[in-house]
């Protein structure tokens, strides 16, 4: 349900958050309640004003005369006249939220928060990239799957040192959405670097359409359904009944649930995918500062007597890491890979009456046993590493891993105890 406010007329709680699509910004969203807010000077040429009531809470050591001394000063020294009121309010907007010191909290101006909606439509023109910042450098999260960042050849975990040969350091998600985004046909060249390259390497993208498919499957020669999901998207849900129908009616002996590179989505499909192992039970918890609130299931649990894998690396994120985390507390599934991105905080998304909106962190997700996502992560069951030389040879240890699992083949390959007390 959507509840309309003066000054907040939409809010949106995000799964995806600061990971955000180039061009996309962010992928999934979940519709909560807006909370009534203090007045806003509204924004504008000649509209911006003092006037308005100092907030009783403010420490003694904040006084908003500083602010207007700045201003004033600004408008009057500043080389380069006029100074747009306008761009002076956005901006110091943009700086209240950077005062938090968190990745996930930013103002859009009318333009980003444009932009922002259009995205969550689920196509858009861009690289198809999903950015977040880990140790305060920007990173590639997961490209999408058939994207052109993908097809160019990033990597999730390559690390962003420059765009168009500017640096990045210090720079929000957002700047750098900005920076990387344009029209189809157009280029970007993105500096990474990359754990196990000995230098650089520069990677020029060309821009395009994105479409994004958020579910995929097929049934392999093994019996096996391979359901990949790429997105937690409106469609997915959709599309991933329709390969659960398939593998209930196929009698398969197995489930692979891909979740390798997705960097999330919409709250209400991660739970629906979940159901369908967790049934009515707990999904996700979610903490604010002042409570927590449990997210259960919604429908039957028609794959719980399925064999399942769930396949994770360092782009699974938030949604993933959700349904992930879900699966390994309750035993319903065998995750492989590596350990998951850890984007387990809660944003909402609320717009403004001028066009303007802002993404504010207010809570975090815990598994049903407790366990924290928030810069955690999930950790895998059977940890398998996915290098770059196995990506060049065409093999997918993670894959074939998970077949072994469902199969009852698999071997783990740390020693005995007999070998251990023989080596001793």
């Keep these: 349900m959507m509840k309309?406010?003066?000054?907040?007329?939409?809010?949106?709680?995000?799964?995806?958050?600061?990971l955000l699509v180039t061009m996309a910004f962010s992928i999934g969203f979940f519709v909560g309640d807006a909370r009534a807010t203090r007045s806003i000077v509204p924004a504008g040429e000649g509209m911006v004003s003092g006037i308005g009531?100092?907030?009783?809470?403010?420490?003694?050591?904040?006084d908003f005369k500083d602010f207007w001394d700045v201003w004033n000063f600004v408008k009057d020294e500043f080389y380069r006249q006029p100074v747009s009121d306008k761009d002076l309010y956005y901006g110091s907007l943009k700086g209240l939220l950077s005062g938090?010191?968190?990745?996930?909290?930013?103002?859009?101006?009318?333009?980003?928060?444009?932009?922002?909606?259009?995205?969550?439509?689920?196509?858009?023109?861009?690289?198809?990239?999903?950015?977040?910042?880990?140790?305060?450098?920007l990173q590639i999260v997961a490209p999408l799957?058939?994207?052109?960042?993908?097809?160019?050849?990033?990597?999730?975990?390559?690390?962003?040192?420059?765009?168009?040969?500017?640096?990045?350091i210090g720079k929000t998600v957002e700047e750098a959405v900005t920076q990387i985004r344009g029209?189809?046909?157009?280029?970007?060249?993105?500096?990474?670097?990359?754990?196990?390259?000995?230098?650089?390497?520069?990677?020029?993208?060309?821009?395009?359409?994105?479409?994004?498919d958020s579910v995929r499957w097929e049934i392999d020669e093994n019996n096996i359904m391979l359901i990949g999901i790429s997105t937690?998207?409106?469609?997915?849900?959709?599309?991933?009944?329709?390969?659960?129908?398939e593998a209930l009616?196929?009698?398969v002996d197995g489930v692979i649930l891909d979740l390798r590179s997705n960097p999330g989505g919409l709250l209400t499909t991660a739970i629906n995918i979940a159901s369908s192992w967790v049934g009515y039970d707990t999904v996700v918890i979610e903490r604010t500062r002042d409570e927590s609130t449990s997210y259960d299931g919604l429908i039957a649990p028609r794959m719980q007597t399925l064999k399942t894998v769930v396949l994770v690396d360092g782009g699974s994120a938030s949604a993933s890491e959700i349904v992930a985390g879900a699966l390994q507390d309750y035993e319903y599934a065998t995750v492989v890979g590596t350990q998951t991105f850890g984007k387990g905080s809660v944003q909402d998304y609320r717009e403004l009456e001028d066009g303007s909106a802002l993404k504010i962190t207010t809570a975090e997700w815990y598994t049903p046993n407790g366990r924290t996502i928030n810069e955690t992560g999930i950790a895998p069951d059977i940890?398998?590493?996915?290098?770059?030389?196995?990506?060049?040879?065409?093999?997918?240890p993670q894959f074939q891993t998970a077949i072994s699992v469902i199969q009852g083949t698999y071997v783990s390959e740390e020693p005995s105890e007999e070998t251990e007390a023989s080596a001793e």
């Design 100 to 137: 938090l010191e968190d990745p996930y909290s930013v103002y859009f101006d009318p333009e980003e928060a444009s932009a922002f909606t259009a995205s969550l439509e689920g196509s858009f023109e861009g690289i198809g990239a999903e950015i977040g910042i880990r140790d305060e450098q």
């Design 53 to 62: 009531e100092t907030p009783t809470y403010l420490a003694d050591d904040v």
């Design 383 to 396: 940890e398998v590493a996915y290098t770059l030389e196995d990506y060049e040879a065409g093999l997918d």
């Design 249 to 251: 009616a196929s009698n």
């Design 4 to 18: 309309q406010h003066s000054h907040f007329p939409l809010s949106i709680k995000l799964l995806a958050g600061g």
């Design 145 to 168: 799957d058939g994207s052109p960042a993908e097809q160019a050849g990033l990597l999730p975990g390559d690390w962003i040192v420059l765009i168009d040969g500017i640096e990045t």
């Design 183 to 212: 029209e189809k046909g157009t280029e970007v060249v993105l500096t990474i670097a990359r754990d196990g390259a000995e230098s650089l390497m520069e990677i020029p993208i060309t821009r395009d359409k994105i479409v994004i």
């Design 232 to 245: 937690f998207n409106h469609d997915t849900t959709e599309l991933f009944n329709e390969a659960v129908q």
